[in-house]
């Protein structure tokens, strides 16, 4: 057996001392001490020798085993006692010993301190003893007189309480070490508010229940005053997490906390206990119940600690700045982006929600180029104060720079409680500014496993929404999924077969009604797919334009307008022109009028054998943003044509503004031009042309009955079938040779 590690001759041996000096003034409580003997008498005149006395404050209370074995269970059952006296020779003539290495090495209690007394001496050597059995004294039972006895038992005790406040020191050291350790891993302010009450809760043995208070600014969302919150509770029986301390605390804590903060200094009294944390600037204050006053190594304990977790307050602090800019939009101090994706997690994976929207502005540039930036920012801010209206179970978040993020109950999120909250302006500064929005939504049944799948969906409802004419919302359905992932393979197998040269221009050649002369001819773009397969105008033409690809095709058709023209001047063919159509795209991108002028210079063509084709549909767009565009290019002698008039709903009022050359009769207006009472529309575009002084064709021409009664209507030029399907740039040559020749 070793000798334990809490042993040490300078507890267990003291000078003689007057009797005196060892009794002092008692307490309530008490040292226990067990008395182990097979002898009754020995029991009696131990207790009578020791019954007066008083060890550091308290007296004696006596427990009493006759053999080795009762002592065995008394010393398992019992944990408050601090001395043994123990008889060698009971039972056995090793029982005594036998009960040391019991308690030593099976019960492993370290801390009680031994006195071995036999009655016969020399029977087990002294030294040897105390070595392998860890006894605290060996004293033979004749030279235990009453004053050495007294002194044994004082020093044994002394020796007791000593180690005890080193070994609780120690583990009150290592729980603050551990504690602090685990502070550190700590990333938000109310994690670690609570990390440390889940420490001092141990460290302190009369702790009742606990706050962690700080100012909520910069923490708690929405606090933007000076005054404490509870960030973190232990053993409260209601929930104070993330409210005013002044306004759920008893006014006594609240007091109590308060004046600790702005004295900053600890406030300690019987009942409760009030710490002062600060660090780098960053201040908290730790209001701890106290159910039994404060020791005096409770104290130095606490003072530990608290200088072990400041740094960890002040870099929780700093974390959570760090938090704060990666998930927090910076301008609304709304969730961003990314915590907008971590919130549709928690909606995709079983959350309370039950619909999930984004807000786009419209023409929000508009208004920051405008009325400027700072304008701009103000009515973000107006917009995500008025979103935030819609109360505390919807989420709002700030997911691009005219975007807003929505989560919550489809009693708030549905259109047409979010269209109410953008009926009336909104106040920017000094402006009052009316805007639109449109919204993409999706409903949890129909949302995918994750955030990000989910912002994908509700990205496709928008794109969806904004498209869209008449309705400025849009629900997902799974099968949009599907259409847009057949756009984006479409679209990017347009950009291929493009770079390769695989888009084509074919003519419809155009004819003077009169004199059936080819005055010119209309471009028509084709695709044709690797595989040697034709996709639809009607299918392609749209994707180009929403994927912005229509921008480089339509320079390119330009470009290929100027090259024909160049090649059919060359073949003799001076008086035909080439007629190319141009979407919106176009008109917005700022470079269009400059690239086309520049490209009938480069390819030195008559610049009126070039016309630009534009709808009634662009018109209406932005009608005066075209108007000025198409002012340009007139000035420059290129051709402005109009096409599908009376298909859309411009006024009258514009026509007169376009500068345009040619009026084109949609061939919705001649399907049936030759029947009673069905040419009134076609009659009247064509009349109102003649009025204008523009040149009118009509296109769609099928049969000779339609061109017979264009030709009453005075009609200037037709197209159409009748007189030849599109074809390639090699046969509408060869379609001229052979009307020169005729």
């Known amino acids: 057996m070793q000798v334990s590690e809490n042993t040490n001759d300078d507890f267990l041996f003291i000078d003689d001392s007057d009797e005196d000096e060892i009794l002092d003034e008692g307490s309530a409580d008490t040292w226990k001490v067990l008395i182990v003997d097979d002898d009754p008498e020995i029991h009696s005149v131990t207790q009578l020798a020791l019954s007066d006395l008083t060890v550091l404050g308290r007296k004696l209370e006596y427990l009493h085993a006759y053999s080795g074995e009762e002592a065995n269970t008394i010393i398992a059952q019992d944990n408050d006692i601090v001395l043994v006296l123990l008889d060698v020779v009971m039972e056995t003539d090793d029982a005594g010993l036998n009960v040391v290495k019991h308690i030593r090495e099976e019960l492993n209690k370290q801390d009680i301190r031994i006195v071995l007394r036999t009655g016969q001496p020399g029977y087990a050597p002294e030294e040897s003893v105390i070595k392998d059995y860890d006894i605290n004294d060996y004293k033979t039972k004749t030279e235990l007189t009453r004053r050495k006895l007294v002194t044994t038992v004082y020093a044994a005790i002394r020796s007791y309480q000593q180690i005890t406040t080193v070994n609780e020191s120690r583990k009150g050291l290592e729980k603050i070490i551990n504690g602090s350790a685990n502070l550190l891993e700590l990333h938000s302010v109310q994690e670690f508010g609570q990390g440390v009450l889940d420490q001092v809760k141990p460290l302190l043995h009369g702790f009742e229940s606990g706050l962690f208070c700080a100012r909520g600014h910069g923490i708690i969302e929405g606090a933007d005053d000076l005054d404490l919150y509870v960030l973190a509770q232990e053993n409260r029986s209601q929930d104070f997490v993330n409210q005013k301390l002044d306004s759920v605390a008893s006014p006594s804590c609240a007091e109590q906390v308060n004046f600790c903060f702005q004295q900053k200094k600890h406030i300690t009294t019987d009942e409760s206990l009030t710490l002062y944390l600060t660090r780098g600037g960053y201040r908290a204050v ?3 119940k106290l159910s039994a006053p404060m020791s005096e190594l409770d104290e130095q304990l606490i003072e530990v600690f608290l200088s072990n977790i400041a740094i960890g307050y002040e870099n929780v602090h700093l974390f959570q700045k760090l938090r704060n800019a990666a998930y927090k939009d ?3 101090e709304k969730p961003n982006r990314l915590e907008f994706l971590n919130r549709l997690d928690k909606f995709a994976n079983g959350g309370e929600q039950d619909v999930a929207a984004l807000v786009d502005i419209n023409h929000f540039s508009d208004i920051n180029d405008g009325l400027g930036q700072e304008v701009g920012n103000q009515l973000l801010l107006a917009v995500a104060s008025r979103l935030s209206d819609l109360g505390d179970d919807v989420v709002v978040a700030r997911v691009g720079a005219d975007v807003f993020g929505l989560i919550g109950p489809e009693s708030l999120l549905c259109p047409e409680k979010l269209a109410s909250l953008f009926s009336t302006p909104f106040e920017a500064g000094e402006q009052s500014l009316p805007i639109n929005v449109c919204t993409g939504l999706c409903r949890k049944a129909d949302s995918g496993s994750g955030g990000v799948k989910v912002f994908s969906q509700i990205g496709i409802a928008l794109n969806l929404a904004k498209k869209d004419a008449d309705v400025h919302y849009k629900y997902f359905r799974p099968e949009m999924e599907e259409e ?3 756009r984006l ?19 419809q050649p155009q004819l003077d009604l009169v004199s059936g002369k080819v005055t010119g001819a209309e ?3 084709r695709w044709r797919t690797e595989d040697g397969n034709f996709v639809s105008p009607a299918v392609f033409i749209p994707l180009a334009e929403y994927s912005g690809l229509i921008i480089d095709i339509g320079d390119w058709v330009v470009e290929q307008a100027c090259k024909l023209i160049k090649q059919l001047e060359s073949q003799g063919f001076d008086d035909v022109g080439i007629s190319v159509n141009v979407s919106i795209p176009q008109f917005r991108n700022d470079q269009f009028v400059k690239k086309v002028i520049s490209t009938t210079e480069n390819y030195q063509v008559e610049p009126s054998k070039l016309e630009l084709e534009i709808t009634e549909n662009i018109l209406m767009d932005d009608p005066q943003m075209v108007i000025d565009s198409l002012a340009k290019l007139k000035d420059r002698g290129i051709s402005i044509a109009l096409d599908d008039f009376g298909t859309g709903y411009s006024s009258l009022s514009y026509l007169q503004k376009l500068p345009i050359d040619r009026l084109k009769v949609d061939r919705s207006f001649i399907n049936e031009i030759a029947q009673p009472d069905k040419s ?10 003649k009025q204008l002084n523009l040149n009118v064709i009509a296109e769609g021409i099928e049969d000779k009955d339609q061109e017979q009664h264009l030709r009453e209507q005075q009609c200037d030029e037709v197209q159409g079938f009748y007189y030849a399907k599109p074809m390639p740039a090699e046969e509408f040559l060869a379609f001229l040779k052979g ?3 005729s």
């Open 286 to 288: 730790i209001f701890v």
């Open 330 to 332: 910076w301008l609304t």
């Open 484 to 486: 847009t992932a057949w």
């Open 489 to 507: 393979g479409m679209i990017r197998q347009l950009r291929t077969d493009f770079a390769a040269d695989r888009l084509e221009l074919w003519y």
């Open 523 to 525: 471009a028509l773009l």
């Open 680 to 689: 009134l529309l076609a009659d009247t575009i064509i009349g109102l042309g």
């Open 739 to 741: 009307k020169s020749e």
